[in-house]
């Protein structure tokens, strides 16, 4: 079974569980793969590269909009502080609901699912 074949597998499963498919597969992730990254999806991931991964992209992102929308009258590190610690919070926060989603639906690890 291929990555996309396993990543097809994953959606029904846990949509039969009730469970978004843009929770199971972020748009984030859709996008890695489309650019060829055959990165687990996110309940299959471990906390901390999970939340490295979310709080980086989270952090730069949500700090430039804010930087070029509302905190232009603020110097760049405390623009980059703000930045860094909401990106932080954020991929903590996420990666801490992946982690417990991944738990209670008794997930194996990806080289396993779907467990044939």
């Not at 029904?12 to 890695?32: E, F, I, K, M, N």
């Not at 070029?68 to 909401?86: D, F, K, M, N, Y």
Request: no cysteine.
């Amino acid at each position: 079974m291929n990555h996309r074949e396993k990543v097809e597998a994953l959606i029904a499963d846990l949509s039969d569980r009730g469970v978004a498919p843009t929770t199971v597969v972020p748009p984030l992730w859709r996008l890695a793969w489309s650019l060829g990254l055959e990165i687990p999806p996110p309940h299959f991931m471990g906390f901390a590269p999970l939340a490295l991964f979310l709080g980086l992209f989270f952090g730069t992102l949500w700090g430039t909009v804010m930087r070029l929308l509302i905190w232009r009258s603020w110097g760049l590190a405390p623009t980059v502080a703000v930045g860094a610690a909401g990106g932080a919070l954020f991929g903590l926060t996420m990666a801490a609901y992946y982690r417990f989603s991944a738990s209670k639906f008794g997930l194996p690890p990806w080289k396993r699912y779907p467990g044939e």
